[in-house]
């Protein structure tokens, strides 16, 4: 079965090629569209059909949705997927889409609404019985209510913007006497960014972990979920490390955990993948939010289950039933995501965009590498820094964790800086490799201590490696990755 005859895969980059190879293997047709910023990118080469949609900046090319749905029609596709970031959230685009008859892979237009509102989707939720952060029950109408409730709930307090993503607008707030400062800072900073400025407030968790479920539902009434990823590796709201399982996970928590997620997935008519995400603290987990797309860290999931996500999303969204039921699924091994991003670790993870200028994947058992470069390849300054996805598998934890070590390694990327050292540092750090993370993990000191020792250690073998590449000495190279490695071991 092929679903649909012909794709236009409305991104770039890695995810539209990860989603032109489920397409390639179905036998599925690819259009690809692309900016004046990417006229030599891979993901052009790799498709069927490519299509200029305007100039770099994303306004012009990538969310230029009259553009796109023209491209759409004219190439003859049936289908468009979003991918992640760009349209994929955006529900007057997958309304458009549905007006000119072309299938939007994704849940509808009015499940993407809904859950475009932390307040909207938040009380949906508790009103079905999920667990939610106890906090005001919609936005704050006056400063004297969210007095009441924070007093109430008990300081330190949060407020959030109902529009918001990436913690644009979030305060904690210590005691009373900052509340009203807070709720007006963040509804200024609210208005500003997403034109919406109510802002609601939440009981302030302590070291929360960031756990999502994975969950796919037909047009059927059928929802299932693929098991959970923890996610608390993040930087300024940007996940750096994913894994799955979760390594604190029980069978008791991940029974009542995927009950919520389908729970939440069915309140909101939910079709095709999307993800629920929880907030966990001292044995208590939270609904957050629901990712109504494609996500970034899918890999790992699909590593653990052995299910192709975006082959099961062409399918749903042409209508077909999920071929499989809960107890069809089960999770195997670990498996562990680390992003690339050519950004400086050393400079605050300033984007450091170049061009590569030598290049070499890691590869060998449990690898799997997601990515949009090459030799030779300029990095736009218009776009995600993220370059690839470096996915390890293992038969459990500490074989994924040696897998990634082992690849970070092989890997080697000349000629800008990426996040490879400190994704060294972190696969070294006794905190992780013991799985005791939090979402403030990168702030607490002990990796900042290391990773200058890692960066200049990835600069050395970076030098040597490309004095040896230079010279034609490719086995050279390889070896001399290997005797880093080594030594490494012994000082273990
Ligand atoms: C929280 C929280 C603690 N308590 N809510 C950050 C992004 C936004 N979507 C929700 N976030 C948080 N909400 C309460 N009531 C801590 C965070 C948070 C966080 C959450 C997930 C992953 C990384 C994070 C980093 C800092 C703060």
Redesign the pocket.
């Given at each position: 079965m092929k679903f649909f005859e012909k794709v236009l895969i409305a991104n770039r980059g890695e995810i539209a090629i990860r989603v032109m190879r489920a397409c390639r293997e179905l036998g599925v047709e690819t259009v690809a569209i692309y900016s004046d910023a990417d006229t030599n990118a891979l993901h052009v080469k790799y498709a069927d059909e490519a299509f200029h949609v305007g100039e770099a900046p994303p306004s012009k090319s990538y969310l230029n949705i009259d553009r796109i749905l023209e491209v759409a029609k004219k190439s003859g596709a049936e289908a468009v997927h979003p991918g992640y970031g760009f349209l994929a959230e955006n529900y007057r685009f997958a309304h458009r889409c549905l007006e000119d008859g072309i299938t939007f892979i994704g849940p509808s237009w009015k499940t993407i609404e809904m859950m475009g509102s932390?307040i909207g989707s938040k009380k949906t939720m508790r009103d079905v019985g999920v667990p939610v952060?106890p906090?005001t029950e919609g936005g704050v109408r006056n400063v004297d209510e969210a007095r009441k409730i924070s007093g109430e709930i008990g300081y330190p307090?949060?407020v959030?913007a109902s529009a918001?993503?990436?913690?644009i607008g979030?305060q904690v707030v210590e005691d009373e006497s900052g509340l009203e400062e807070a709720i007006n800072a963040g509804m200024r900073i609210a208005g500003s960014a997403f034109g919406d400025s109510t802002v609601f407030i939440?009981?302030?968790?302590?070291k929360?972990r960031?756990i999502e479920f994975q969950i796919l539902a037909d047009e059927h009434g059928h929802t299932v979920h693929l098991f959970e990823r923890e996610?608390?590796i993040?930087r300024r709201?940007q996940?750096l490390v994913e894994e799955s399982p979760c390594s604190i996970m029980t069978e008791e928590l991940r029974e009542r955990m995927s009950a919520s997620a389908i729970a939440v997935a069915k309140a909101s008519d939910y079709t095709n993948a999307g993800t629920v995400?929880f907030?966990y603290?001292d044995g208590n987990y939270?609904f957050?939010?629901m990712n109504t797309r494609l996500q970034v860290e899918h890999t790992i999931t699909e590593l653990v289950t052995g299910i192709d996500i975006v082959k099961q999303q062409l399918a749903i969204a042409a209508g077909e039933p999920i071929p499989f039921g809960q107890e069809g699924i089960s999770i195997r091994g670990h498996a562990i995501e680390c992003r690339i991003n050519a950004e400086d670790p050393l400079n605050n993870f300033a984007a450091d965009p170049g061009k590569i200028v030598r290049y070499r994947s890691p590869g060998g058992p449990g690898v799997r590498l997601d990515s949009g470069i090459h030799v030779g390849y300029a990095i736009p300054t218009n776009y995600d820094s993220m370059i690839s996805k470096l996915c390890t598998y293992g038969y459990n934890r500490m074989e994924a964790i040696e897998r990634m070590r082992r690849a970070i390694y092989e890997y080697v990327i000349i000629g800008v800086k990426t996040t490879l050292p400190l994704h060294h540092a972190i696969m070294h750090n006794k905190q992780f490799v013991e799985g005791n993370t939090h979402?403030?993990f990168l702030l607490e000191e002990h990796i900042a201590r290391t990773l200058n020792r890692y960066v200049r250690e990835e600069e050395t073998r970076i030098q040597t490696l490309g004095a040896s590449l230079r010279q034609g000495k490719e086995v050279a190279a390889i070896s001399a990755a290997v005797n880093v490695y080594l030594h490494h071991k012994k000082n273990a």
């Open positions: 932390k952060v906090g307090v949060l959030k918001g993503g990436g913690g979030m939440e009981k302030y968790l302590v929360p960031h996610c608390s993040q709201h996940k995400e907030l603290c939270y957050m939010e979402t403030g």
